[in-house]
């Protein structure tokens, strides 16, 4: 056993395999688009996840200006309203969130941040990203096929989602949906699989779990949930499409639509629900984990201070990934299911709300007695805190079952998830990419663009969601094309609804500077150098950047965690990982 | 019997990635008896129908005998046994969550059966 | 102090058994699956997400079968067989679950020869395990064919409860489909054994990766799993 | 310093938006203030833990922002801290989940007295049956729905026949009496929601679902359907009166049975056999 903080030589073992002898691209199509490179593979990933994103993005607007201004436009129709809202709700959580965390980051970080050249299996990993690519793809054709994209609602809930008063439920939508999804679930298999095995079996010397930056941690913690839980999603749209296609009964009890009978009997539509919740609880968790990882490294990095109660960060990741296999059915409170099963996810729910906690007063802690650098990372970062506090209490309402009776499906539940997750990681995703861009591309993003870019989405997605809450505590349902006249509705909620599209039109504008300034620096940006950030971690040490494919010379040796940032007696204020030598190592606090 | 996992070649000879592992090499008359073993299981258990058995003597019968199959395959056959604890937990203990799953959606299905039987007339 | 660069490989450190092992191996750096390939560590944990797989699709027939307030056909008199002027309870049923049995064995001793590196009784005991394997999937295309005769369908059957056919159709379908990725993948590996290219360890056409005997022993695991899975198929579906 | 000023500003203009906005659930109707209590303690714990974190982080930015020479403390971890804030936040969990589970038990536990009412939900609307003088609901069966009969009441159940069916009309309901709602949807799911109740519950194909309150106030409500139901979803409306008692019986003394508009159909039909007949 190695030491967490600090270690010399002699207590690191021997090499246990032989290094890899890397796959060497013949051609310009194998280097750069069927490329087995991880950190290719990354971009790729990134690109067409954040593409997509924009498309959601938009389809945001439109949701908008129907909330804000309904009538005025007309082309937004009932159907349309709704399969915007499906596909909106859809593509940003699992193939842009996801795909951006796991695929994005987790390819470009895993192996750079272990000291490995590459994954394990850089043919399945390149294989994961051309079946997400094809996922997307076929979710793409069914905004074109006939009767458009489903609108079930991205929970597809049945028997609503293949029946005709549902759009694309009787045509193609729905069906795409579904193809999409097992797609998608079988490609992210591939890359899960390689980022677990190179996590647990890929590391170099002297890099144990505990030395490991807390980025991987979540990353790798939320692959292992997604790899157990992506399962039941895909059993799921197996069964529905069955009920689709083959006119099986897994989720269709006897149904009278439209006054006609139909040929079904016997199923169970609550079946659906906790199968999809047994995914989607998990889910949720596995766009947060790599968030969580991320923001340590960043607040840690730009705080200069090491991140505070490294193991206890570690144990809430862990602990969080566990028991959200158990929360599931708090989404299912008002589903009409067993009344009991609320006393016991309602404690399983609020427990998690202690690890949860424990890393929040961590961050904050981690601020105290530090060195804060308020650069582009940081910024976002201490937006993330605020966002995420805020709609994780929330959570806290939704949690605790009777509370969550009249909130459920109302605008509360929508604000609740745009403020911890459409919000607060998207943050993190930025303050990710200010923070490693310089590594991609060798150049800064444009710090201008940047601060702009910062103070219009935080503060505007804060004003768009925090007030959002109180209309659903008016008792304003979701999913809900107009409100039409309600007597319990006063009119300054219908003013508040025009404030918040507003402001949403204004944050979209914003994500344009941003996208902007994305490909403007490539050209442009400043030059970075090696090290911009004087970060410790091991992506920062290799002898190029960008990293050439390999990414190293000889393979690092890993000597302390990665938090070594004001180590007392020390020369610099960071001590890189590979660093040896027992410079102020903190050994005092070690035992 | 850990200690067959012990002796490995990796050594300084060790070669090509795969060479530094342990050979998983067992005698073929244990490959053999587990055989055995499993055709008796089987038999057993397609006897518990064949017989007729009911009620819980059925079911503890088929469950126990499920187990010890399962058992054998996966500690003998896919050499489980002679794995060291660190992968024997990381892979048998997820399973547990399944568990869960099922004793939660067992109440349910009879929840749902009930709610059925007590509302509706004839069977949907 | 010397830092000992890279290429020195030494013997590893003696590693303690037991469960001061298993806190040894997670804290430990480079593996935490000590002695266990990256193709195998990949192998296992794809079978841990699979394991899931078809415990939901279990999940989702026990529900189906418990919440149905239609009686539920007994598959000991759906799936008997008519021999010898009386019917036979569950026979067919019983017969795969020995065919596949034995095709586990056969496997379990082919991993044994690789090791010994006998080119010909691996490649050999591997065909034969594809054999069973194959009439595995025959045996049960004639099941499926039996029933669609007499008239089950996904949609419904004669005998009561639809979802006994849905059920029956996606869970047998998709372990067949398993078996047959198996087949096909073991027919592959016997390939290469039989050329002999785990001796010359000659690169594979893809992954451009070295080929070792090691490979025999992955594709086991994934072939015991499918046996694994049979078994508690045959336990719920065909015993309840 | 920006970042200082603007997190201050968002703790405490939450705080006075909460205070002084005018967005604020609807005046209750019904027994569960229980939920709105536990929403309240809720509010109170949570938000003074948002204020407190925001304010925190706001003095770490101001007090150990970077300047030229500054170094930060070698701080790895401290276990009494963090022992203790576990135990804080556990302690302000437990302070919202108790009350919590009390009211769901009492939430999922129908008095003995109460009355039962269905609720039928179909694409888009709301049908009502209440039990006749039997004081019990029939069962009822979706294969047995026809246009005659479209709750598809079980015709061979006596405790049916005499339940009195309400067709897309109004529900009213008696203000004091605690009500069952017995919540079934012929087709797809829809959730009975009226927010002045706080109540809400899914009503799924293919089972029964419940909840029960008791009216304390008279007044007319709005239904809203509150579960995803199809492009009908936001019209899917409907209208609750709750009345003093000699109004409930007036109102119900106007209903019709089952066996009546059974009748009505049988007439119905003899009459058009009737006229069938000749013109052969
Ligand atoms: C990143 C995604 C994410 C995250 C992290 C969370 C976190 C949480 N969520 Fe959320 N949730 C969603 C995404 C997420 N949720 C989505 C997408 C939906 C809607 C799906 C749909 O229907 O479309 C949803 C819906 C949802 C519901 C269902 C509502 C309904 O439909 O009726 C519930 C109910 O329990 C819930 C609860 C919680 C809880 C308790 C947490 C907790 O994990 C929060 C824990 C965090 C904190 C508590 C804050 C930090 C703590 C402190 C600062 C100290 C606290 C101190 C004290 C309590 C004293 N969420
Ligand atoms: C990560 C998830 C995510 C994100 C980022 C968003 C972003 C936004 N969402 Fe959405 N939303 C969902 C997930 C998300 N949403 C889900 C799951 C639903 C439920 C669907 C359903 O009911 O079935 C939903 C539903 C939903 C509704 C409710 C519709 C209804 O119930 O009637 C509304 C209404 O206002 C809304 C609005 C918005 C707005 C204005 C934005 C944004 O405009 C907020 C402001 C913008 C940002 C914070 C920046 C985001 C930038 C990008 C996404 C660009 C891509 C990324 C990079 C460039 C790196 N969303
Ligand atoms: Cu009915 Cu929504
Ligand atoms: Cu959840």
Known sequence: MVDIRHGTSEQIGPAEVEDVELYHPHSWWTRYVFSQDAKIIAVQYASTAIAIGMVALVLSWLMRLQLGFPGVFTFIDAERYYQFITMHGMIMVIYLLTALFLGGFGNYLIPLMLGARDMVFPYANMLSYWLYLLAVLVLVTSFFAPGGPTGAGWTLYPPQAVLSGTPGGKDWGIILMLSSLILFVIGFTMGGLNYVVTVLQGRTRGMTLMRMPLTVWGIFTATVMALLAFPALFVACVMMLFDRVLGTSFFMPAIVEMGEQLQHGGGSPILFQHLFWFFGHPEV???????????????????????????????????????????????????????????????????????????????????????????????????????????????????????????????????????????????????????????????????VMGQIHFWVTFVGAYLIFFPMHYLGLIGMPRRYYEMGETAFVPASAHTLNEFITIMALVVGAAQIVFLFNLIWSIRHGREAGGNPWRATTLEWQTPETPPRHGNWKELPVVYRWAYDYSVPGAAEDFIPQNQPGSTGLGAEEAS | MTETTVHTHAAPAAKAEGHAQTHQQHPIGLYLVVWLLLFVLSTFSYLVDYVGLQGYLRWSLILIFMMLKAGLIVAIFMHMAWERLALIYAILLPPLLVLVFVALMASESHYVLFSRLTFFGAAP | ?????????????????????????????????????????????????????????????????????????NPSEVFALHIGGSDVPLILIAIMTFVLITSSGTMAMAVNFGYRRDRKKTALLMVLTALFGATFVGMQAFEWTKLITEGVRPWGNPWGAAQFGSTFFMITGFHGTHVTIGVIFLLIIARKVWRGDFDTERRGFFTSRRGQYEIVEITGLYWHFVDLVWVFIFAFFYLW | MAVVVILVLLAVGSVLFHLFSPWWWTPIASNWNYIDNTLIITFWITGVVFVAVVLFMAYCVLRFRHRPGNRAAYEPENRKLEGWLAGGTTLGVAAMLTPGLFVWHQFVTVPDGAAEVEVVGQQWLWSFRLPGADGKLGTSETRDITPENSLGLNRNDAAALDDVVVEGGELHLEVGKPVKMLLRSVDVLHDFYVPEFRAKMDMVPGMVTYFWLTPTRTGTFEVLCAELCGVGHPQMRGTVVVDTAEDYQAWLSQQTTFSQLQAKAETKETAQAGNAAPAQ
């Not at chain 1, 968790?285 to 960060?313: E, Q």
């Not at chain 1, 099963?341 to 202690?354: N, R, W, Y």
């Not at chain 3, 001061?20 to 560590?41: C, E, I, L, M, P």
């Open chain 1, 285 to 447: 968790y596995i766009v947060a984990l790599p968030a969580f990882g991320i923001v340590s490294d960043l607040i840690s990095t730009h705080a200069r201070k090491n991140i505070f109660g490294y193991r206890m960060m570690v144990w809430a990741i862990v602990i969080i990934g566990a028991l959200s296999f158990i929360v599931w059915a708090h989404h299912m409170y008002v589903s009409g299911m067993n009344p009991y099963f609320g006393f016991f996810f309602a404690t399983t729910t609020l427990i998690i709300a202690v690890p949860t906690a424990l890393k929040v007063y961590n961050w904050v802690l981690t601020l105290w007695r530090g060195d804060i650098h308020l650069t582009l990372p940081m910024l976002f970062a201490l937006a993330f805190i605020v966002t995420f506090v805020n709609g994780g209490l929330t959570g806290l309402f939704l949690g605790n079952v009777v509370v969550d009776v009249p909130l459920s499906d109302t605008m509360f539940v929508v604000a609740h998830f745009h403020m911890v997750m459409g919000v607060a990681p998207i943050l993190v995703i930025f303050g990710a990419i200010y923070h490693w861009y310089p590594k991609v591309t060798g150049r800064m993003l444009n710090e």
């Open chain 3, 1 to 73: 102090m010397s830092v000992e660069t890279h290429s020195t490989v030494r013997e590893p450190l003696h590693r303690p058994a037991g469960l001061a092992g298993f806190a040894a191996d997670w804290a430990s750096d480079q593996r935490t699956f000590k002695n266990v390939s990256w193709g195998k560590a990949m192998m296992w944990i794809f079978l841990l997400s699979d394991t899931f797989v078809f415990g939901c699709f279990l999940v989702a027939y026990m529900s189906a079968r418990m919440s149905t307030a239609v009686p539920w056909p």
